[in-house]
């Protein structure tokens, strides 16, 4: 075998080995789908962290507004249900 079919072989083996490493990567970093329930439940928890640190900050104005969001999102959980 010479240089020419050499480099021609590991250009081969190298292209298939890029080809299976993508096609895993794909298959095992593809992220689980998720439902609209747990989206407003990640949100609702988001917004219920954020009025705690608001209420210790004595900050009743943006408590006001994270409650609002806070109701809206209950609202269409239970309205899921």
């Not at 020419?4 to 789908?33: C, G, M, Q, R, S």
């Amino acid at each position: 075998m010479n240089n020419d079919e050499i480099k021609k072989l590991a250009l081969l083996v190298a292209n298939e080995v890029v080809k299976k490493l993508t096609e895993y990567e794909f298959e095992v970093f593809d992220p689980p789908e998720e439902d609209e329930e747990e989206i407003l439940l990640a949100e609702l928890s988001k917004l219920m962290t954020l009025l705690s640190s608001y209420l210790k900050k004595e900050q009743y104005d943006k408590c006001t507004e994270i409650q609002k969001k806070i109701n809206q999102i209950e609202n269409r959980l239970n309205n899921n249900e």
